[in-house]
Antibody, heavy 117, light 107 residues
Framework: EVRLVETGGDLVQPGGSLTLSCAAS????????MSWIRQAPGKGLEWVAV???????NYADSVKGRFTISRDNSKSTVSLQMNSLRTEDTAIYYC???????????WGQGTLVTVSS | EIVMTQSPATLSVSPGERATLSCRAS??????LAWYQQKPGQAPRLLIY???TRATGVPVRFSGSGSGTEFTLTISSLQSEDFAIYYC?????????FGPGTKVETK
């Protein structure tokens, strides 16, 4: 069974940093693209970042240069390092797997990041 | 960036009735279109991919159609558990973008 569990969400001040982790089980993370997708309170879904099966990465313009996605193959985890956080980064952050046909077929339960002074 | 729009924003339907949700892309996404269902306090759940293929375990009352820029999600006979927000998303290019959602509520 595919399972994704996000951790690391917290309250952080503007300008601060935070690292989110996604623990994956039931599949091999290097076989799939893995994305972070966020949802601001009461709002819609926004794709944030992807790490490709080959290890390359891509980012939404809104986070480029501030966020870094990475993975630890030995621990089967995908991480999102977030720097220079802004109030508009406040959201639930979901880890999501891309299937072989590239839609997001499995999602974690999400972790809440609140950026506020 | 491809902009996704959805209509209506809110759909009021009685249980047992048919619901038709629309999604439009600002440029062609071929059939690289997915639909997700989200209930309060839960993560999104994949319903449809490839514009018309039901994901594993999705009831047959859910169907998708369309290609290019115009897509439709149809729920043939609404059940109580179907009242939720539905999002479309393209995966034809980066960045992936989602529509703003259609809330299906009880009439």
């Amino acid at each position: 069974e595919v399972r994704l569990v996000e951790t690391g969400g917290d309250l952080v001040q503007p300008g601060g940093s935070l690292t989110l982790s996604c623990a994956a089980s039931g599949f091999i993370i290097t076989n799939n693209y893995m994305s972070w997708i966020r949802q601001a309170p009461g709002k819609g879904l926004e794709w944030v970042a992807v790490i490709y099966s080959g290890g390359g990465t891509n980012y939404a313009d809104s986070v480029k240069g501030r966020f870094t996605i990475s993975r630890d193959n030995s621990k089967s985890t995908v991480s999102l390092q977030m720097n220079s956080l802004r109030t508009e980064d406040t959201a639930i952050y979901y880890c999501a797997r891309h299937s072989g046909s590239y839609e997001n077929d499995h999602w974690g339960q999400g972790t809440l990041v609140t950026v506020s002074s | 960036e491809i902009v996704m729009t959805q209509s209506p924003a809110t759909l009021s339907v009685s249980p047992g009735e048919r619901a038709t949700l629309s999604c439009r892309a600002s440029q062609s996404v071929s059939s690289n279109l997915a639909w997700y269902q989200q209930k309060p306090g839960q993560a999104p759940r994949l319903l449809i991919y490839g514009a018309s293929t039901r994901a594993t375990g999705v009831p047959v009352r859910f169907s998708g159609s369309g290609s290019g820029t115009e897509f439709t999600l149809t729920i043939s006979s609404l059940q109580s558990e179907d009242f939720a927000i539905y999002y479309c998303q393209h995966y034809n290019s980066w960045p992936r973008t989602f529509g703003p959602g259609t809330k299906v509520e009880t009439k």
